[in-house]
Structure formats: structure tokens, C-alpha cells
């Protein structure tokens, strides 16, 4: 159709056309666009060194982190807490800490720190088994050596227990203490994942997103693509979870159940499992 025709010949008909055309974006998937995904100039490789053990009941830990690749500078936080410009942490009690380092372009990477206790109990998780994303099943297995038996078990703010075994937990971390005879402790992070697979959640988002006129190619991202699905994993959940996605001009939702799934596999780490 020529516009400049249609224009000059009939200027009603012209508006009418353009009103047409904005209807068509209205309800269209396309007209929501979505960001490119960050792309990180490299790999993160993190190395640490242990500067000192703790004492039993005493703070006095600490390691050093060499970061190399990525783009400096970088930023180190400890366990989720603020992040900090120095590599080095002491004032350490013994137990597990996941050491978060950020580059300067937003790439991260994680290592998991053992600080020791040099007089008393030293602990590992043994064992972990997920859980269903909506019914609490996990389980978390401890196993305890040196200091002086019996050991007792805590998981995060609980009582002590003689078992070392937690179930009926649901996806997410927690935090095992374990103390011995002469009350030397060691804390643990424990983390439990949920049961949703890659395979699941594809095909929850591929069945209701990656249709015609939608982000089938037409739209960015192409969620036909598995590795599109993993890289925009974090909005996918921030979308679904406000109900935005799919949009409710495509016709098609996604229930509860499915909202819930795709959380626990971005919370999960979003792989390709």
C-alpha cells in the first residue's frame, strides 16, 4: 500500500490506517522488548590461602583470595554480606564461607573457604537429597570429627539435637552447628535444591512464550534457544512471578504451580540440568 496515496487521496482513510497499525502494536508480544543480556569480557578464577585456623570459641580465622581474570577491579563479599574492596577477611570463627567476587564489568564467581577449628570439632556436610519445589522434603547429613564426642547438631536457630540428619526442608540454605562435649562449635553452609529440571521449565516457557509473534524469533530473547532461557533466567522469574509473562494480550498463562517451578530452578542456579 502506498501511504503517500492513500494520504493525499483520503485523509479519513489514512488516520484510520495509522489507528490500525497502533491496535496491531497494542496487543502485539513484540512491542515488549527486552534488554540484551550482559555479556562478561571473561572467566572469573579464584584461589584462596588459608592465613590462620581459629581457636575453639574464638574468632581468630582468616584467608586471602587471589582473583584473576574478568575485569578488575573486583569486589569480595563473604556469606552474602557487603562487599568490600580487600581480599583479605580475618576475625574468622571456624566453620564454611562462600566467598562472592564481582569484577568491575558485573561478572561473579564463588569459592567455597574452610576455616578450621585447631582444638575442637571440625565438621563436613556429607550428604544432601532435594527437595519438591512445593512440599518440603530435603534432607542435610553432617558428619563430625576431632574435639570430643558425643557431638550435638543445630540447624540455623533451632535446638541442639543428637541426630545429624535434617529433614522435611524445603529448597534454600541453612546453617549447621555443630558442637562437641567441651562446647567447641563449627558452623556449616548447607544448601538444598529443589527437583525442578531444566527439561520442565523449558518446556513451561517454550509451550506458552516462545509462540508466534512472541519471542519465537521475532522478539528478543529467542526462547527456542535453551541457552537464551539460562541467560535470561532472572528476569524470566521477575516476569513470571508478577504474571507480565506472557502477556496477557497473548491469551495464554501460566498457573501457580508453574510460576513456582520456574522460581525454584532460577533459584536453583538456573542450569541445564
Excluded at 587471589?66 to 575485569?71: D, R, W
Aim: hydrophobic share 35%; glycine share 8%; aromatic share 6%.
Amino acid at each position: 500500500m502506498n501511504m503517500k496515496h492513500v494520504f493525499n487521496s483520503n485523509p479519513l482513510r489514512y488516520t484510520a490506517v495509522l489507528g490500525l497499525f497502533a491496535i496491531l502494536l497494542a496487543i502485539s508480544c513484540t512491542s515488549e522488548k527486552e534488554p540484551l543480556p550482559d555479556e562478561c569480557e571473561g572467566s572469573i578464577s579464584l584461589q584462596t590461602t588459608i592465613g590462620s585456623e581459629a581457636n575453639c570459641g574464638q574468632s581468630t580465622g582468616s584467608f586471602t583470595v587471589v582473583a584473576t581474570g574478568g575485569s578488575a577491579p573486583y569486589t569480595y563479599a563473604l556469606n552474602g554480606g557487603t562487599a568490600q574492596s580487600s581480599a583479605s577477611f580475618d576475625n574468622l570463627a571456624a566453620g564454611s564461607y562462600t566467598l562472592t567476587v564481582t569484577d568491575n564489568s558485573g561478572c561473579t564467581a564463588e569459592i567455597s573457604v574452610n576455616i578450621a577449628n585447631q582444638d575442637g570439632v571440625n565438621a563436613s556436610i556429607s550428604g544432601t537429597t532435594a527437595s519438591d519445589c512445593d512440599t518440603p522434603n530435603g534432607s542435610i547429613s553432617v558428619s563430625a570429627t576431632d574435639g570430643a564426642g558425643p557431638y550435638q547438631y543445630k540447624l540455623n536457630d533451632n535446638a541442639f539435637q543428637s541426630g545429624n540428619t535434617f529433614d522435611g526442608l524445603a529448597p534454600g540454605n541453612y546453617t549447621v552447628t555443630v558442637r562437641d562435649a567441651n562446647n567447641c562449635e563449627v558452623s556449616l553452609q548447607a544448601t538444598i535444591k529443589s527437583d525442578v529440571v531444566f527439561a520442565q521449565v523449558k518446556n513451561i516457557i517454550q509451550t506458552n512464550c516462545a509462540v508466534s509473534g512472541c519471542h519465537n524469533g521475532t522478539t528478543f530473547p529467542d526462547l527456542r534457544v535453551d541457552n537464551n532461557i539460562v541467560a535470561q533466567a532472572s528476569r524470566i522469574k521477575a516476569r513470571t512471578g508478577a504474571k507480565t509473562m506472557p502477556p496477557s494480550s497473548s491469551g495464554r498463562s501460566l498457573s501457580d504451580d508453574e510460576i513456582a517451578e520456574i522460581a525454584c530452578w532460577v533459584n536453583d542456579g538456573a542450569s541445564l540440568n
